[in-house]
């Protein structure tokens, strides 16, 4: 069992930078992807940014040039670096944990197993 917990949150105006974090506790040593998602109020749920074991990441076609993925597997950490922010990023932001490969890609959230709480991003 792996716990997510989600951080960095808060409100920003258009233009400005966010950096989220998101710490994996527990059994983290066979962990084969982590995923940033979003969901804004009324929408569905979806994949921002994802990293795989190899380091190879995605991103979402609305965020690329924007949003950095990165993990730091020695602390079980990871980052999404989110600049230029528009107000349509605004949303709850979720971290997840995935164990094998998926067929949909990692931006799928049927990639992922284990869910954080997440962190409301506000861009006004």
């Known amino acids: 069992h792996v716990q997510l917990v989600e951080s960095g949150g808060g409100s920003v105006q258009a233009g400005g930078p966010l950096r989220l974090s998101c710490v994996a506790s527990?059994?983290?040593?066979?962990?084969?992807?982590m995923g940033w998602f979003r969901q804004a109020p009324g929408k569905e749920r979806e994949g921002v940014a994802a990293?795989?074991?190899?380091?190879?990441?995605s991103y979402a076609d609305s965020v690329k040039g924007r949003f950095t993925i990165a993990a730091d597997n020695a602390k079980d950490t990871l980052s999404l670096q989110m600049n230029s922010l528009k107000p349509e990023d605004t949303a709850m932001y979720y971290c997840?944990?995935?164990?094998?490969?998926?067929?949909?890609?990692?931006?799928?959230?049927?990639?992922?197993?284990?869910w954080g709480q997440g962190t409301q991003v506000t861009v006004s």
């Open positions: 997840a944990s995935g164990y094998s490969d998926n067929p949909s890609g990692f931006l799928s959230s049927a990639a992922y197993k284990y």
């Open positions: 527990g059994v983290t040593y066979n962990i084969y992807c």
């Open positions: 990293i795989d074991s190899d380091g190879s990441t």
